[in-house]
């Protein structure tokens, strides 16, 4: 079944309208929340009148942060340890009277409909001692009278460091020095689900039915939360309607869960808005790149500098990670002897950054490969030859955490296929020495993506299959599908290793934190390494538990048993169906025992996935208008588990990298920190209109490390699109940009100032 186009396994029944998502789910007469949001961007509530809001007819509750435990709680889908070093900063609390960003919580009303919770929102009324608003990093880390927290006087969340060789040295001896700076935009991630959840209480327990990536972790963050033990919590994840990394946080679930402790355990919907949505979620962090690099005569990297500066928002989040795994970026992949990086972590008072798709390394992609592009320029050789030049071949691991390894290390051959779809050399010439306003380029730029978060952080996956009576399995995993496929690939592990068809193995798409094994959820392109290395030892225990089964009904049989497609054989011959064995598993007066397995694991291994992307433009420079007019992604994720899913996997990540690169960008107001464009209508995704057709290539190489030969693929489609158009549009025109998205706005001024137009 590994390798093959099997249809998914929840096509039917999303496409039909039969799949239930939280909303589907929610009982009609149930109370509804809201959230009353700060109209400032940084200061204190001085004082909050709820009076009128509560005298409304079909009020039932209003809270506010007087109200709320006075707990600090993380909120960040990493993996918990009880080692305090591996634990996330605690800088939240469910509401708040000390105001650090434009919308953030200050009460919440719970009224009968939706309606009236709207209503009793206006009836509050709020006085605020307000502070200045900062919303640039490099300024907030100054500090300020009125720090956002107060234990980081200069706003500084976390800053790392390393060191390989001597920078300061290698530097003074290369032939040619280049530096740039680059930056990159806050954007959201216009899942088409808004976060969504209900609560209510049912024997003294909590329940939380959400829309999330990771119900164990929001289990847990709801205890630390509310105080109370984390048993006496259960959430459970319908379908998704997309997440992105945006639900791979606890949003609004410790708010519905205490909402429902003060309504006498009533059920709660807390349905966020798509302006909420835009501002009270989460954020992928704007980072801004100092860069500095040394090459040789020969146009070899001799050194290579990096600070970044990463714009946090008002909270924690996830943090210093972000940056921190886009420091590991620059150590990986391109060879140098001498390697500096440095990265801050900077709370501003902007909306929280948090997880988003490739997890820092889109932000350090365009900054390192735009370098790339720069210093090419700078040296007179061909981008292409360039990278061919200084890109590590064969096997290399990250010099600081060691089990960070391209095991295998196709980008070689990832860039032999871009180069001849786009047609690399002939284009390189043909496009060199235009005139006019409307010229074309080719651009290109490659990455590598780590599979998951050993040995930074814990990896542990966890399933559960049973015999169902007619010989098919029950198969149960605490990962998440949240639309990309993994219920259907984790069907194909199941069925490759039990020797069965897929459509005898039947999925439980729900995850509840009661039930379902534990593991941490979707995020860091994890679940087909990690959780398919689960489900791959639960099949394989299963296996055995039923031949171990069926010896004792063929007690006559000395030769191997085996199991294929219904059968159990002994040598070469079937000897009893499967069906058969199942049937007295169950129901045998003298030898009933349920066949099933369950599968606990901590995997300690890591292996990286690499790729590139080629892309055409054509930008016309009066108009200030790029149109891409052919890209193409080229992945070394190894063995491929679904091809076509594969394919689709790239082509919606390849859609989002063109966003980022082209339109996306979330704009706040300097004085305030409000959010200008937080609507679908203002915020400029990409339409169909706007995308041209998608391209995936693949190299496939059997990853040693993968359960089945396989590495990440969920996020690094997202990554090398957005500087592969940038520098295709200096190839055109001999124009290079420092910041994305290239909009129209900055393309034109880019232009005018080198006096194009």
């Not at 909050?48 to 009020?59: H, K, N, P, Q, R």
């Not at 290395?533 to 006559?556: F, G």
Request: proline letters at 5%; a negative charge.
């Amino acid at each position: 079944m590994i390798g093959k186009s099997v249809p998914r396994v929840d096509a039917y029944d999303k496409i039909t309208g039969r799949a239930k998502f939280t909303d589907d789910l929610i009982l009609n007469k149930c109370l509804v929340a809201k959230v009353y949001h700060a109209r400032i961007g940084n200061g204190i509530v001085k004082s909050i009148d709820t009076s009128e809001a509560e005298a409304l007819d079909g009020v039932v509750k209003v809270v506010t942060f007087q109200d709320v435990p006075n707990h600090c709680y993380p909120t960040p889908g990493h993996p918990w340890s009880v080692e305090p070093a591996h634990q996330d900063v605690a800088d939240r609390n469910i509401l708040t009277g000390r105001i650090r960003y434009y919308g953030d919580d200050i009460a919440a009303v719970v009224a009968e409909d939706e309606v009236i919770a709207s209503r009793a929102l206006k009836l509050i009324k709020v006085e605020y001692e307000e502070y200045p608003v900062e919303i640039h990093p490099r300024k907030s880390m100054y500090g300020s009278p009125h720090p956002i927290h107060l234990d980081k006087k200069d706003n500084v969340l976390a800053r790392s460091n390393y060191l390989i060789g001597n920078v300061e040295k290698g530097l003074a001896e290369a032939d040619t020095v280049v530096k740039r700076s680059y930056k990159t935009p806050i954007v959201q991630h216009c899942h088409i689900e808004n976060p969504i959840s209900y609560a209510y209480m049912e024997k003294g327990r909590i329940v939380v039915v959400t829309s999330t990536q990771i119900p164990h972790i929001v289990r847990r963050v709801i205890g630390q939360a509310l105080g109370i033990p984390w048993g006496k919590i259960r959430v459970i994840k319908p379908y998704i309607g997309g997440g992105f990394g945006n639900k791979q946080d606890v949003l609004y679930e410790p708010l519905n869960a205490f909402l429902t402790t003060q309504v006498g355990g009533r059920i709660v919907k807390l349905d966020v808005s798509r302006e909420e949505t835009f501002c009270n979620t989460r954020t992928r962090h704007s980072i801004e790149y100092d860069l500095t690099a040394g090459v040789d005569k020969e146009g070899r990297l001799v050194a290579k500098d990096m600070t970044a500066y990463s714009n946090q928002g008002a909270y924690a989040s996830h943090g210093h990670a972000i940056a921190a795994n886009g420091l590991t970026a620059w150590r990986l992949q391109y060879a140098c002897p001498n390697i500096r990086g440095e990265a801050y972590t900077i709370y501003t008072n902007t909306p929280v950054a948090g997880a988003m798709r490739a997890y820092g390394i889109p932000q350090a992609a365009f900054a390192i490969e735009c370098f790339m592009e720069d210093i090419a320029a700078e040296i007179h050789m061909d981008p292409l030859e360039f990278r061919k030049k200084n890109l590590i071949q064969g096997y290399y691991e990250d010099a600081y955490l060691k089990p960070i390894a391209a095991n295998t290390n196709g980008i070689f051959e990832c860039l032999k296929k871009g180069a001849e779809y786009i047609g690399w050399e002939e284009k390189r010439k043909k496009y060199a020495r235009q005139e006019g306003y409307v010229r074309r380029g080719v651009g290109m730029s490659l990455f590598s993506y780590k599979t998951g978060v050993w040995p930074i952080s814990l990896e542990i996956a966890g399933a559960r299959m049973s015999l169902n009576q007619d010989g098919s399995i029950q198969l149960q995993i605490g990962a998440t599908e949240i639309g990309q496929g993994a219920d259907t690939v984790f069907s194909q592990m199941a069925a490759e290793t039990l020797h069965m068809d897929v459509e005898d193995v039947h999925i439980q798409s729900f995850q509840d934190t009661d039930v379902t094994p534990f593991d941490t959820g979707a995020y860091a392109s994890r679940q087909s390494f990690v959780t398919g290395t689960a489900v791959r030892q639960c099949a394989e225990l299963l296996y055995r538990k039923i031949l171990d089964y069926a010896r004792t009904l063929l007690t006559n049989e000395s030769r191997e048993l085996s199991l294929d497609h219904g059968y159990i054989y002994a040598g070469e011959d079937p000897v009893i169906s499967l069906e058969e064995v199942a049937m007295e598993s169950y129901y045998s007066l003298t030898n009933s025992s349920a066949i099933t397995a369950e599968v606990s694991t901590q995997v300690k291994k890591n292996t990286i996935a690499t790729g590139c992307c080629f892309a055409e433009i054509e930008v016309d420079m009066k108009l200030g208008k790029i149109r891409v007019l052919d890209i193409v992604n080229v992945h070394d994720s190894g063995k491929l588990l679904n091809p076509q899913l594969a394919e689709m996997q790239v082509h919606g990540g390849m859609s989002m990298g063109m966003g980022y690169g082209l339109s996306e960008q979330l704009l706040l107001d300097e004085k305030t920190g409000r959010p200008l464009n937080g609507t679908l209508l203002d915020y400029k995704l990409m339409t169909t209109m706007d995308t041209p057709d998608l391209k995936a290539e693949f190299v496939e190489m059997d990853d040693p490390m993968g359960p089945y030969g396989n590495k990440a693929l969920g996020e690094p489609p997202a990554i090398p699109g957005a500087p592969a158009i940038r520098n295709a549009v200096l190839h055109a025109t001999g124009v290079a940009f420092y910041e994305n998205p290239l909009t129209p706005q900055r393309l034109i001024e880019g232009f005018q100032n080198a006096g194009l137009i």
